[in-house]
T-cell receptor, first 112, second 114 residues
Framework: GDSVTQMEGPVTLSEEAFLTINCTYT??????LFWYVQYPGEGLQLLLK?????DKGSNKGFEATYRKETTSFHLEKGSVQVSDSAVYFC???????????FGRGTSLIVHP | DAGITQSPRHKVTETGTPVTLRCHQT?????MYWYRQDPGHGLRLIHY???????DKGEVSDGYSVSRSKTEDFLLTLESATSSQTSVYFC?????????????FGPGTRLTVT
C-alpha cells in the first residue's frame, strides 16, 4: 500500500536559517503530493501541492519539487521565521483514491 | 478559508457515556472524514463518507460510528466512551475523490474521557 516517511523531529533552527524537511513516499501509480502545516491549537491547512513529476509547489516562501526518480517531496525554505514554528505533514493521494496517506509529521521550532 | 466548523470544541466526559461530535461544512463537498490525532501516532482515519448515507471504515474505527443524513453534516459517535478515546478529533472535507484535490480541515475537538 501507499506510505509516507518523514524525518523525525523536532527540527530546531535559528531565525533566518535554511530549512529542509525530508519526505519520501511509496505509491502505486502517480500520486499527487501535499505538504500541510498545523499551527498550535489549529487544524491542518494546505501549504503547497504538486500533481505530477517535476512540478514545484510553492507558497509563503516554502517550496517542494515532485521527484519521481527518488520518490521524494522535500520541503525547503531559504530563511525561516519564528512564525513558521509548527508541525509539517507530508501526504500523498493516489489517483482515484478517497483516502490520503499522511506522514507522522515533523515539528519545527524556530528560535529568535 | 473553507467553511468547516466542529462542535463542541472541547468536551470532558466520563467513561461509559455516549458522545457525539458534529462536523458542519458550507462548501457542498462530497467527501468528509474523521481523524484522531495523538502524540506519536500522527493522524489516523476513523471513518469517512463519500456521499449522503455512504460511509466506510478507516484504520481505527472500533468503538466509533458515524452518520451522514445531509451533505453538510457528518456526525461521529462514541457509543460508550473509554479513556483510550481521549484525543483531538479533526474533521476534513474534500471536493471529490480525485487525487489532486486537497483536504480542508476543521479546527478540531479536544475530547477528554475521565
Amino acid at each position: 500500500g501507499d506510505s509516507v516517511t518523514q524525518m523525525e523531529g523536532p527540527v530546531t533552527l535559528s531565525e533566518e536559517a535554511f530549512l529542509t524537511i525530508n519526505c519520501t513516499y511509496t505509491a502505486t501509480g502517480y500520486p499527487s503530493l501535499f505538504w500541510y502545516v498545523q499551527y498550535p491549537g489549529e487544524g491542518l491547512q494546505l501549504l503547497l501541492k504538486a500533481t505530477k513529476a517535476d512540478d514545484k509547489g510553492s507558497n509563503k516562501g516554502f517550496e517542494a519539487t515532485y521527484r519521481k526518480e527518488t520518490t521524494s517531496f522535500h520541503l525547503e525554505k531559504g530563511s525561516v521565521q519564528v512564525s513558521d514554528s509548527a508541525v509539517y505533514f507530508c501526504a500523498l493521494r493516489s489517483g482515484g483514491s478517497y483516502i490520503p496517506t499522511f506522514g507522522r509529521g515533523t515539528s519545527l521550532i524556530v528560535h529568535p | 478559508d473553507a467553511g468547516i466548523t466542529q462542535s463542541p470544541r472541547h468536551k470532558v466526559t466520563e467513561t461509559g457515556t455516549p458522545v457525539t461530535l458534529r462536523c458542519h461544512q458550507t462548501e457542498n463537498h462530497r467527501y468528509m472524514y474523521w481523524y484522531r490525532q495523538d502524540p506519536g501516532h500522527g493522524l489516523r482515519l476513523i471513518h469517512y463518507s463519500y456521499g449522503v448515507k455512504d460511509t466506510d471504515k478507516g484504520e481505527v474505527s472500533d468503538g466509533y460510528s458515524v452518520s451522514r443524513s445531509k451533505t453538510e453534516d457528518f456526525l461521529l459517535t462514541l457509543e460508550s466512551a473509554t479513556s483510550s478515546q481521549t484525543s483531538v478529533y479533526f474533521c476534513a472535507i474534500s471536493e471529490d475523490g480525485q487525487g489532486a484535490n486537497e483536504q480542508y480541515f476543521g479546527p478540531g475537538t479536544r475530547l477528554t474521557v475521565t
